[in-house]
């Protein structure tokens, strides 16, 4: 039985392991991240990587209704969007939807949480500070498709 | 007896359940439409610091302090008050969901806030007091 109990938690560590997100660390690639054209404004979306709540769960982000990227524990992304009213949500159990103005040449960062829900856990977003944001984002892997690596053949072209 | 022993147990637990549910169903911030007088044209708008503290509490239960030393840009006004937003710092309020807001203040006392993305107005049911050095334009 010892065994069985054993085996169940490997299997746990492993399938919570499975959902941290890999990739370049920000710490890496902030120096490469592209300059925001004066006529848009940034979002940057990113989740910790505690895993004592929720940490299985990775829910899709939606900006102003579509579809923008994956939250995964440890990970990071961001879209360069025109500038006006935004409204950020993530597929949860339960659905809290953060809303904000995007200026031109605003730089804005959410932060996705899981909280407690009745049946599995419930991912919020909230607006933090700059100063908070990158101190956060320093350890996470970028999530996204806007950076290109440069050994890629698409990056090669450009 | 056992079957009213069941069936209590199970209302019970049912009760429980929709308890458990209920906690999890934050009551939205309570707000109205208003409209938002830009400052005028080609005028920036005065800033101006927070000399103290500034905590308060919404309907909703949620609640925050605003530090002292906080930077307000005035955006304009509503028949509420003047329409203060924070430079590089975060306000939202929150409720069942996250709005990022604008403090609204008449009379150096902070009434409530304006929630850009809605254009609407979410009063304090008690003001609080919210005092700045200005700083000029």
Do not use: W
Not at chain 2, 11 to 23: D, E
Not at chain 2, 76 to 83: F, H, T, Y
């Amino acid at each position: 039985m010892r065994n069985v109990y054993r085996a169940l938690s490997v299997l746990c560590v492993i399938s919570l392991l499975g959902a941290c997100a890999t990739g370049p660390k920000y710490s890496e690639i902030k120096s490469g991240i592209p300059g925001l054209k004066p006529t848009e404004g940034r979002i940057f979306v990113y989740r910790n990587t505690s895993m004592l709540v929720g940490g299985a769960l990775q829910p899709v982000v939606f900006l102003n209704g579509l579809k923008v990227g994956v939250s995964s524990p440890g990970g990071f992304f961001f879209v360069d969007r025109a500038p006006g009213p935004m409204e950020v949500s993530a597929s949860t159990e339960v659905e809290k939807r953060l809303t904000f103005d995007l200026a031109p040449g605003d730089v804005r960062y959410v932060h996705i949480y899981i909280g407690m829900g009745l049946f599995v856990g419930r991912a919020i977003p909230e607006l933090v500070d700059e100063a908070v944001a990158l101190k956060d984002m320093e350890g996470l892997s970028y999530t996204g498709s806007q950076l290109v690596p440069s050994s890629s053949p698409e990056a090669a072209t450009r | 007896m056992s079957l009213h022993l069941t069936r209590d147990r199970l209302h019970t637990f049912a009760a429980k359940v929709l308890l458990i549910a209920l906690s999890g169903c934050a009551m939205e911030v309570p707000y109205q439409p208003t409209t938002l007088i830009a400052n005028p044209a080609g005028m920036s708008g005065s800033t101006a610091r927070t000399t103290a503290l500034t905590h308060f509490r919404l309907s909703t239960g949620y609640e925050r302090t605003i530090p002292a030393m906080t930077e307000f840009v005035r955006v304009g006004e509503i028949p509420a008050g003047v329409v203060m937003r924070p430079i590089s710092y975060v306000l939202t309020v929150e409720g069942a969901n996250v709005h990022e807001a604008y403090a609204v203040v008449n009379g150096s006392r902070l009434v409530g806030f304006y929630l850009p993305f809605e254009h609407a107005f979410a009063p304090l049911s008690e003001s609080v007091p919210m005092k700045f050095s200005e700083r000029g334009e």
